[in-house]
C-alpha cells in the first residue's frame, strides 16, 4: 500500500472528488469490489456504497449521518483501502463476509461545512435563514434542508419530537431536526430499504465524538453484551447507551427494533468538528473493531 495515499486519505477533507477517486482506485486494484448507488441527495449528489466479500454474513458500515463528522467518511476510505490489499486476512474476510460500506450518506451536509452554502442554490436563502443568519456552516450536522438523518429514523421518533419542541426546534435548523415523518430524507429512506432488502446480520454507525460504544444496553442479550465488550476493548473505548436526545429516532435505535446487532461508534475525543489531522490516530483505534467485528458478530 502507498503509505502516503493512506496518510492523504484519513488527513484531508472528505470532498465528494475524494470519495469518488478513492473508490475508483481501489476498484481498479481489485476488481472484486462492486460501487454502487444508494441514492441521491437532496441537491443531487450520489450516495455511493461499496460491496465486497462473497460470505454468507453481511455487515453494513455507515459513516456520516452528521456533516461536521465527516472524519468518519476518512476512517471508513481507509479501511476500504485496507480491505483492497491481497492479505491472508482480507482473502478470509472476503470468503466468510460480505461488507457494504457506505463512506458518506451526508454528503449536502459536508458541502455546506467544508465550503459553505452556495450563493446561486435554491436552497441558499433558506439554508442561511436555519443557520441563524450565518454563513458560517462549519458546525452543521443536518443534511441540505434541515433535517438531522440521525433522527430520522421511525424509533423513538415521536417521543423525539416532543423533546425537539422543548428545545424550540420547530423546522429544519443545523443539528436536532427529525423532520416531519421518520424516514422522509432521500438519504434515509434509501438505507433503510437497503437495511430491510439485505438483512445485515451487523450495522456499525460511525460518529464522532467520544471514544464511546453504544448498543442496545441494558437491554441487550448476553451476547450482545460481550460483542460490545469486545469491541470496547480492541479501540479501549466505553461501552454505554446512548442518552438524552443521542437515544431517540437514531439508525442504532432503528435497526436494533428490526432485530439486527448494531452499534454506535463515536470515534476520536475533543470538540467536534474533529481536525482532520487526528485522522491516523483514531483510525488506530478504530481498525482492529472493523476488521474484528464481523467473526465477533458470529460469537
Ligand atoms: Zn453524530
Not at 503509505?3 to 481498479?28: M, V
Not at 465527516?70 to 476512517?75: C, E, Q, R, V
Not at 487526528?278 to 458470529?298: H, K, N, T
Request: with cysteine; proline share 5%.
Amino acid at each position: 500500500m502507498n503509505e502516503q495515499t493512506f496518510k492523504d486519505t484519513l488527513t484531508t477533507p472528505l470532498t465528494d472528488e475524494k470519495i469518488d477517486r478513492a473508490l475508483w482506485h481501489i476498484r481498479h486494484k481489485n476488481s472484486r469490489f462492486r460501487i454502487c448507488t444508494l441514492a441521491y441527495s437532496i441537491c443531487g449528489r450520489r450516495i455511493p456504497y461499496v460491496m465486497w466479500g462473497e460470505g454468507q454474513h453481511l455487515l453494513l458500515y455507515v459513516a456520516v449521518h452528521h456533516a461536521m463528522e465527516w472524519l468518519t467518511g476518512n476512517l471508513l476510505l481507509a479501511f476500504l483501502e485496507e480491505l483492497s490489499e491481497d492479505t491472508k486476512e482480507t482473502s478470509r474476510l472476503y470468503q466468510q463476509f460480505r461488507f457494504v460500506v457506505i463512506p458518506c450518506l451526508n454528503p449536502d451536509g459536508v458541502s455546506l461545512v467544508l465550503e459553505g452554502a452556495n450563493p446561486g442554490h435554491v436552497l441558499y436563502q433558506r439554508q442561511v435563514r436555519m443557520n441563524e443568519g450565518s454563513t458560517d456552516f462549519s458546525h452543521w450536522q443536518a443534511n441540505a434542508r434541515g433535517v438531522d438523518l440521525n433522527h430520522n429514523y421511525s424509533v423513538g421518533f415521536h417521543e423525539y419530537r416532543a423533546l425537539q419542541i422543548e428545545k424550540g426546534i420547530y423546522g429544519g435548523a443545523p443539528t436536532l431536526y427529525a423532520g416531519t415523518y421518520p424516514e422522509s430524507e432521500p438519504e434515509t429512506s434509501a438505507l433503510c430499504g437497503l437495511v430491510r432488502m439485505l438483512r445485515p446480520s451487523l450495522i456499525l454507525t460511525l460518529h464522532t465524538q467520544g471514544e464511546e460504544i453504544f448498543y442496545d444496553a441494558p437491554n441487550a442479550t448476553p451476547s450482545r453484551h460481550k460483542m460490545a465488550e469486545a469491541l470496547a476493548s480492541l479501540s479501549k473505548y466505553q461501552t454505554g447507551k446512548a442518552e438524552g436526545t443521542a437515544a431517540y429516532g437514531g439508525l442504532t435505535e432503528w435497526a436494533v427494533r428490526c432485530g439486527i446487532p448494531s452499534f454506535t461508534i463515536e470515534c476520536g475525543k475533543g470538540e467536534n468538528p474533529l481536525p482532520a489531522s487526528c485522522g491516523e490516530a483514531i483510525y488506530e483505534q478504530v481498525r482492529q473493531v472493523f476488521f474484528c467485528a464481523p467473526q465477533l458478530s458470529l460469537l
